[in-house]
């Protein structure tokens, strides 16, 4: 080769070859250092099925250099693996249980996120006559009585579940109260029940092959908020990171991006 064009190509080769070294630099410095370990995460399932841990999940990377460790299992179970430092964190749906953990100082940094209505659903014909009644405790009150009667059909929530504890809250205990199958009747047999559901489920998954009505919804003490706690048990730095990150825009942008199922509380 002529020496005049061996040293454009030499030249050429250096260049290449110090982009090639300088290329893994330059993505070192751009990803984020870690200043924590991931936390292990015990999550309902409902922030699972709405998408809101797999939204957190890819802006984790980008801020802290990890991903938390989610365990799916119901809020009573959440609080439950708290309350034995089990798990280094919990996400969970509002519930009396962790007021009582939170005064006993067995959780702490216990933090609210978010909300989601809850809704009082039943069959599209009024039978349980609550079609005028604006408070909640009423008409479930209401309902229970027409279920008693055998005018119509009451579907409990899942027993130990949020929404049961915000149904026996609002009807002073009487919705946790084993009652009677309701009598059938022509006016209830092929009708569906009253139920409670919030509404992130209902628009995830609303139950198929009944058609029901929203009776009763946008009521201030109808609603279960989303908070998050950590374990006195555990005391996870990680944790405190994930709770104060949570909190943080791009946490909360996650959040109103789920909107009307999720609704963030800084707006």
């Known amino acids: 080769m002529p020496e005049l064009a061996r040293r454009p190509f030499l030249q050429l080769s250096l260049s290449g070859a110090l982009g090639l070294c300088a290329a893994p630099a330059v993505l070192a410095r751009e990803r984020v250092i870690a200043r924590a370990e991931s936390p292990l995460v015990g999550v309902d399932p409902l922030f699972i099925s709405t ?6 999940q890819s802006a984790m990377k980008q801020d802290l250099g990890w991903s938390a460790r989610w365990s799916a299992m119901e809020t009573t179970e959440v609080l439950q693996q708290l309350e034995q430092g089990q798990v280094d964190a919990g996400l969970f749906l509002s519930h009396p249980r962790a007021d009582e953990l939170d005064k006993q100082g ?16 039943g069959p599209t014909d009024d039978l349980a006559g609550i079609r005028s009644e604006a408070d909640p405790g009423r008409a479930l009150a ?10 119509a059909r009451w579907l409990p929530p899942p027993a130990g579940s949020a929404v049961a504890a915000l ?9 946790s109260k084993g009652l009677p199958p309701s009598p059938a009747t022509k006016a209830t047999q092929n009708v569906p029940a009253y139920r409670l559901m919030t509404r992130a489920q209902w ?5 198929k092959g009944e058609r029901l009505k929203v009776w009763l919804a946008d009521a201030p003490t109808l609603s279960l908020q ?3 706690a950590s374990s006195f048990r555990a005391r996870h730095a990680g944790a405190k990171l994930l709770t104060s990150w ?5 946490a909360q942008n996650a959040i109103k991006s789920t909107r009307p199922a999720w609704q963030a509380l800084k707006e």
Do not use: C, E
């Not at 609210?112 to 209505?117: H, K």
């Not at 209401?142 to 055998?150: F, K, P």
């Not at 149904?167 to 919705?175: E, F, P, S, V």
């Open 226 to 228: 989303a908070q998050i």
């Open 203 to 207: 628009l995830k998954a609303p139950p």
């Open 51 to 56: 998408g809101l841990t797999g939204r957190w």
């Open 246 to 250: 949570l909190q943080w825009p791009l």
């Open 142 to 151: 209401q309902v229970l009585a027409a279920h008693n009667a055998g005018a």
């Open 167 to 175: 149904a026996d809250q609002l009807t002073k205990g009487q919705a």
């Open 106 to 121: 067995l959780i702490y940094n216990r933090v609210t996120l978010a909300r989601t209505d809850v809704l009082l659903l």
